[in-house]
């Protein structure tokens, strides 16, 4: 018996050692190898599990609200000259795409038999659909914020703590997400008999960044049919989303992998991990990162919380080097004035992440002109509007 070699060129499985390429791997400490084998045998048996993949589908469309639906900008396309098409994750459970990947990662704990999740979180909102999904299916629930974090997002600390979670600030290093990691790895060695890590991105040791990728696939296979629906079983020229750790990206650039679709990830110019980052391992793989000049993570910066990720998922650097995937930066000013005409156009006021792809797609129009562009529309913009009116009011005052 012969199996299909594995085909890490148009986001099949990694090889097995969990690379993509060069990029991937698991580099971790041996207390943590274990954990990291069991999962990606856990994972393995659930997703070739027809009874597995059928108790998530209704999860996602009873809880979640999925399928997503298919959104046509007329009025912006009309103004810029491309056609843009939104897939709408915004109008997920929680305003996300983060409710698919905790609700697969929720039920695979169950299967486990696990009854504690842990997680990190940057902005929050990880650790608010982590903490979602315990309470959804009654398990104990730690998430792992940085100090500094903490003072930044404390509304979303106050949601974590309503849904019945454990916050604690991760107090070491710069006292943010990358030291929330840390973190929320050690708590996982330690307590590994009866929790599971609800990682946020496709990111860290094999198998996290294929898994993660696995269960936003649904968002491209749902986006590719919703399409070829309407554009007359064509695919559209360009798919774009944004980048912070890469899940979002993922999980739409895999329905497209094996069209002629361009597809476009686009990073904040303060965060470029793929743009301008050194290949290095940090939180158990090897990846893209932004590095100074000693080899210490730098910061990311960005007017979003939600991108200030110093890495990148390995699969994305993979896409990045191979040539199928192309990665952009957009500045903090032409996300904001991405945020205002998706809002001032079509009445969807979008979160800061997914107003960079518009920001990138504004830019590039001239050269679009007459495309067919879609945007995966990761999360909504309610949690940004206060920081928008800083922003704008202060300019007016
Ligand atoms: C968390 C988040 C992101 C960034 O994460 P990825 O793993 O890169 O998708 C993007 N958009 C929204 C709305 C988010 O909440």
Not at 79 to 89: P, T
Not at 297 to 315: C, R, T
Request: hydrophobic content about 40%; some cysteine.
């Amino acid at each position: 018996m012969t199996s299909s070699p594995p085909d890490s060129s148009f986001m099949g499985e990694p090889d097995a050692t969990g690379r993509f390429g060069r990029f991937g791997g698991r580099f971790i400490p041996e207390t943590l190898m274990p954990a990291c084998i069991e999962l990606d045998a856990a994972f393995r048996d659930a997703w070739a599990d027809a009874a597995f993949r059928a108790e998530l589908d209704e999860l996602l469309s009873s809880y979640a609200g999925r399928p997503s639906p298919l959104t046509e900008c007329h009025r912006l396309s009309e103004e810029i000259g491309v056609r843009v098409l939104l897939k709408r994750e915004d109008l997920n459970h929680t305003g996300s795409h983060k409710i698919n990947n905790v609700l697969g990662q929720a039920l695979l704990t169950k299967r486990m038999g696990k009854t504690r999740l842990v997680a990190e979180t940057g902005a929050g909102q990880h650790g608010v659909a982590t903490a979602t999904a315990a309470a959804l299916m009654g398990f104990e629930c730690t998430v792992y914020m940085g100090e500094v974090d903490m003072e930044r997002q404390k509304l979303n600390v106050f949601r974590m703590r309503l849904l019945g979670a454990e916050v604690r600030p991760a107090l070491s290093g710069s006292r943010t997400l990358k030291d929330a990691v840390n973190e929320a790895m050690r708590d996982w060695v330690a307590t590994v008999e009866t929790s599971h890590y609800c990682l946020g991105s496709v990111m860290g040791p094999h198998p996290y960044p294929w898994l993660v990728r696995e269960l936003h696939r649904v968002i491209g296979d749902e986006a590719r049919q919703q399409t070829r629906a309407l554009l007359d079983g064509a695919d559209p020229d360009v798919v774009v989303a944004c980048v912070g750790g890469g899940s979002n990206a993922a999980g739409i650039f895999s329905g497209f992998a094996d069209t002629s679709a361009a597809l476009v990830g686009v990073e904040p110019a303060g965060g470029a991990a793929v743009g301008a980052g050194i290949p290095g391992v940090v939180h158990g793989m090897h990846s893209y990162l932004m590095q100074d000049e000693w080899g210490q993570v730098e910061e990311a910066h960005s007017i979003s919380a939600g991108l200030d990720y110093p890495g990148v998922g390995p699969e994305h650097a993979h896409l990045s080097d191979i040539g199928r995937a192309q990665y952009h930066p957009v500045t903090d000013d032409e996300v904001i004035n991405a945020f205002q005409v998706l809002t001032r156009t079509e009445g969807i006021i979008p979160a800061l992440e997914p107003a960079h792809g518009l920001a990138w797609i504004l830019r590039e129009a001239p050269s679009m002109q007459g495309h067919t562009v879609l945007l995966n529309l990761s999360g909504r913009g309610d949690k940004d509007v206060a920081q928008m009116m800083d922003i704008l009011e202060g300019e007016r005052s």
